[in-house]
């Protein structure tokens, strides 16, 4: 597995919210629907309020 490094935004209660998260993940498909599925979970967020900027391998 692969280390990634997933840069972005998220609607926060007080405007967009910037966000940086290391996972790993098989491929780069696998790691933005981890990031979009923990933030669902965690933050109560829907998909469209996700933004991913930026997924690097590490």
Known sequence: MSQF???GQF????????????IEAVNEAVAR?????QFGSEH????T???IDEVVAA
Do not use: C, M, N, V
Not at 33 to 37: Q, T
């Open 44 to 47: 109560g967020l829907k998909r």
């Open 5 to 7: 490094t997933i840069r």
């Open 49 to 51: 309020q996700i933004s």
């Open 11 to 22: 609607d926060g209660r007080e405007g967009p919210r910037s966000f940086t998260k290391e």
């Open 33 to 37: 629907e981890h990031i979009l599925s």
